[in-house]
């Protein structure tokens, strides 16, 4: 999890290759081809059934249904980048792949004014909250509050260097 921008699904996507396992991207669950959004409830109840199984790795935020993720998780990963590093992570990734819906991943490169702003303040607003539901619903887990790029590097590495489960 992490501010938009942070190199959730890029390092999402590592993770689930290194543990081989295929990664859940949440924003293609939750939002459609036209951009239209799952019901709340419909929502939850497919996290519910995901986290059931023994191996995942989800991308995603959603603060609203963390929790269910965050109960189930044996290891947590939150990238807590600065916001110009997140900034410069969403330019490169809508010149990367000029605009549009990656129905891959489900990411609409659509950057508006509020989005820039959510991620600016994120940090101030957003982190704390998250940081809040990861004490209280995953004490039990391992968790990695990872500052920059070069940790998530390292930490990725670290993982190769020993034994996994998730």
């Known amino acids: 999890m992490g501010c938009g921008g942070s190199g959730k699904t890029t390092f999402g996507r590592r993770l689930a290759a290194r543990l081989g396992i295929q990664i859940v991207h949440l924003d293609a669950v939750y939002y459609d081809d036209r951009w239209n959004t799952m019901e709340p409830d419909e929502f939850a109840a497919v996290q519910e059934e995901l986290v059931t199984t023994d191996r995942w790795v989800i991308d995603g935020n959603y603060a609203s249904t963390l929790p269910i993720r965050l109960r189930r998780a044996d290891t947590v990963i939150f990238l807590d980048l600065p916001a110009l590093t997140c900034l410069w992570g969403i330019a490169q990734r809508c010149w990367r792949h000029r605009g549009g819906q990656h129905d891959d991943t489900g990411v609409h490169d659509r950057v508006t004014w509020s989005f820039v702003k959510y991620v600016w ?23 990695h ?12 590495a670290g993982l190769d260097a020993s034994p996994t489960t998730t």
Request: glycine share 2%; charged share 30%.
């Open 121 to 143: 303040g994120y940090r101030r607003e957003m982190a704390p909250r998250v940081r809040a539901l990861i004490a209280e619903h995953a004490w039990h887990a391992d968790v």
């Open 145 to 156: 509050i990872v500052k920059s790029r070069r940790a998530a590097n390292r930490l990725l």
